[in-house]
């Protein structure tokens, strides 16, 4: 699974995000890099602990997120984070 990272909020602020249920059943997530915290992925790529996307998807990252076009639903709620 692709994946892209989202820089960190500054410590002592945190956000709290509302995420729409964008979860599927047909594999659309599989043909996406998607937005996760770079700590996770760090986290992931030594333990091999599954990380969460902005968008709910939850997966181990095995494949290089250059490849793919960025998650619709992830794009979104980033945009929002940063207006």
Same mark, same amino acid.
């Given at each position: 699974?692709? *994946?892209?990272?989202?820089? &960190?909020?500054?410590?002592? &602020?945190? %956000?709290?995000?509302?995420?729409? %249920?964008?979860? *599927?059943?047909?594999? %659309?997530? %599989?043909?996406f890099?998607?937005?996760?915290? !770079? *700590?996770?992925?760090?986290? &992931?790529?030594?333990?091999?602990?599954?990380?969460?996307?902005?968008?709910? !998807? !939850?997966?181990?990252?095995?494949?290089d997120?250059?490849?793919?076009?960025?998650c619709?639903?992830? !794009?979104?709620?980033?945009?929002?984070?940063? &207006?």
């Amino acid at each position: 699974m692709a *994946t892209q990272t989202v820089p &960190s909020t500054s410590a002592g &602020s945190p %956000d709290v995000i509302e995420r729409p %249920d964008t979860r *599927t059943t047909d594999g %659309d997530h %599989d043909r996406f890099s998607h937005y996760v915290n !770079k *700590t996770a992925l760090t986290r &992931s790529a030594v333990s091999g602990e599954a990380v969460v996307a902005l968008c709910g !998807k !939850k997966w181990v990252p095995t494949r290089d997120g250059e490849r793919y076009p960025v998650c619709p639903a992830c !794009k979104e709620i980033y945009a929002g984070l940063h &207006s």
